[in-house]
């Protein structure tokens, strides 16, 4: 790995090529052209990537993240060194449906350098945005890791896939088996918010990304900080004051932020609320600090229940 990032991006393609030719359409092969013995896998989120990981971890195989803990997936871009490693994995484990704003070239390119990458945000019975949020008809959300049971379904299709790729079947045993953890956390999580009243299931996010959350366990969105349904965007003073006057009238006590992201908007809106609101960062868009509570995907999705619980019921 050390050499692929000193050689850079020239030399990153033709590393591609030879592993192309080394490993490509030889699903026999079960050492998958990775030489320390197991499959190798990068995960571009951090939830995908925690997932992924434990997968990794039962089968005995390679996994990596490529986003640090903290960013944001929708703006993070890869160095070249990434990018290299990008073209060395057996498979890369993509969110999709145009999540990885940052990264969408460097995917393009491993595909094109004939890299197996899997959108798996496609595959999971993915929803419409919220019409009312300023999206173009039809585009479909990437946010489907907030809801457990999609993730769930996740895992065994990225169990599944890796096993395809390299050979090796425990990869599919394995995403068998992190799916029934997580359909059991789905299940512990509908518990936790159950804690929260009918009448107050009403929620305001940083940006567009509680479509799947708010189906999947029964709230409503009364409107989002930054349109869009990426971080990109800024909302104008009119928006921030239409959604001020929504939250007051709706008597909604919190906002919901972001921790991959800077909170001056949220921060702004609060302010333009007053005294009566406040702001609770969840872990939308990446998983807490190694060790912490929300440290791994089941970790943040316990960690929003319970911080969405105290600020609601
Ligand atoms: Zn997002």
Redesign the pocket.
Known sequence: MRTHQILGTLAATTLASLALTACSTDDEDSTGGDNTGGASVVATTTPLGSVTAQIAECAEGQATTLMPVGA???DFSASSAQIADLATADLVVANGLG?EGGLDAALTQAEEDGVEVLHVAEDVDPLPFGEEEGHDHGDLD??FWLDAARMASAAEIIGARVAEVSGDQAWADCGTEVGSELTALDEELRETLAAVPGDRRTIVTD???FGYFTEAYDFDSAGVVVPG???EAEPSSQELAALAGVITDEGVPAIFS?T?VNPGLVDALAAEVGDDITVVPLY??STGEEGSPAGDYQGMMRENARLIVDALA
Do not use: E, W
Request: net charge negative; charged share 10%; glycine share 12%.
């Open positions: 944001d997936p929708h999540l990437p946010h940006h567009d990304a349904g990426s971080t972001n991959a939308v868009g």
